[in-house]
């Protein structure tokens, strides 16, 4: 009898661990991929859609969403303190109207002087409405904390916030703690250092076991073959969006050298497709993709980059995507570096001209 009920113990937990790790998944075809690559790209640089508000502060990180026939864009100003996240409105996706600040520096808090928001729940159907849900009655926001001066300086997590309604520039409400750190006790040696931006989603199928999936970048204390330091994207799961915990033992994507991170999920048919950006384990800052079937096990795209640098306004970096299909056309958002400093601008799959905030 105790043989058994030690056969029964061994046995239930070895099936935990095989669930929270899944089974490896069937890897996406080559075929498949390609067919992705040529439904996504966006060969024609529409340019600058958000500039820099003046020389002092910088613009990033763009997320737009849509609600009663609007567009909305949220994206984080750095103003050499910090990280505040402000709010944007579009009748057309390619002309901008700033509208005001979702999240201010505050006092005395452990996010005082970096709140970069991302919006949460957006609809990851591919062409489909990229309407906001809410849960409980709310609008949620995810975004990256600290309390440290400077460029993503200190040791970051990643906070909670809801609001009643995201198309009106309202502070939003923040839970009082961060949800995930660096120092957690579950951190894993890919996250043990930092935590910068995430995205969270709502899993129907549940396929993790969890209704709320949190893809996040992150940094461990391991360095790469150069002793440098490398972002890797992982995974969390929520049941309430304010208790959330890691997925596996492994990132999802990593090159465990320079920058894999700013996941956005979008989904077609039964296929996942990850967008996210690659930088310095080859020279710049480029976007790229992933494929899934599950959420978990990934097929990395092994072909062009979806953006690289090109142009004078995206020259050095070309990186951060929102990638969504709206009436026939691919509008691939993200932030460009060069002459015009840090701004962000729009790639499509149709050449819509040029933009009139400069090349």
């Known amino acids: 009898m105790k043989f058994l009920i030690t056969s029964v113990f061994v046995f239930w937990g070895i099936a935990k661990a095989f669930a929270q790790s899944g089974p490896p998944a069937a890897p996406v075809s080559d ?21 820099q508000p003046d020389a002092g502060r910088m613009v990033d990180s763009p997320t737009v969403f ?9 994206y984080i100003i750095f103003d050499g303190k910090g990280y505040e996240t402000w709010l944007a409105k579009s009748a057309d996706l390619l002309h901008w109207t700033t509208q005001g600040k979702l999240m201010s520096f505050t006092d005395h808090t452990w996010d005082a002087t970096q709140k970069a928001g991302y919006v949460a729940l957006v609809d990851t159907e591919w062409g489909g409405s990229y309407e906001v849900e ?8 995810s975004y990256l904390g600290g309390s440290e001066k400077g460029y993503e300086a200190g040791r970051l997590g990643i906070g909670m916030a809801s609001a009643k309604d995201l198309s009106q520039p309202v502070e939003v409400a923040r839970l009082p703690q961060p949800v995930l750190s660096a120092v957690d006790p579950d951190a894993r040696w890919y996250d043990n250092k930092t935590i910068y931006k995430s995205l969270v989603i709502r899993d129907q199928a549940k396929k993790t076991g969890y209704p709320f999936v949190m893809y996040y970048n992150a940094k461990g204390e391991q360095p790469d073959a150069k002793g440098n330091g490398f972002e890797n994207i992982a995974m969390a799961v929520s049941s309430d969006l304010t208790h959330w915990k890691r997925f596996g033992q492994e990132p999802l994507i990593t090159r465990k050298t320079g920058i894999c991170g700013d996941a956005q999920i979008a989904k077609m048919g039964d296929l996942y497709v990850m967008f996210y950006f690659g930088a310095f384990w080859k020279p710049g800052a480029f976007e790229r993709f992933a494929c899934s079937y599950d959420l978990v096990n990934w097929t990395d795209w092994q072909g062009e980059d979806l953006i690289a640098p090109s142009e004078p306004y995206d020259k050095t970096y070309a990186h951060k995507p929102w990638v969504i299909k709206w009436k026939g056309v691919v509008y691939h958002f993200y932030n460009a570096v060069g002459e015009k400093g840090r701004v962000i601008a729009v790639a499509t799959s149709k050449d819509l001209g040029k933009s009139p905030l400069g090349q």
């Open 31 to 51: 075929a498949k991929m390609r067919a992705v690559f040529e439904e996504i790209k966006t060969p024609y640089k529409y340019g600058i859609v958000v500039p």
């Open 66 to 74: 849509r609600k009663g026939g609007s567009w909305y864009m949220t």
């Open 134 to 141: 809410t849960f409980r009655n709310r609008f949620w926001l």
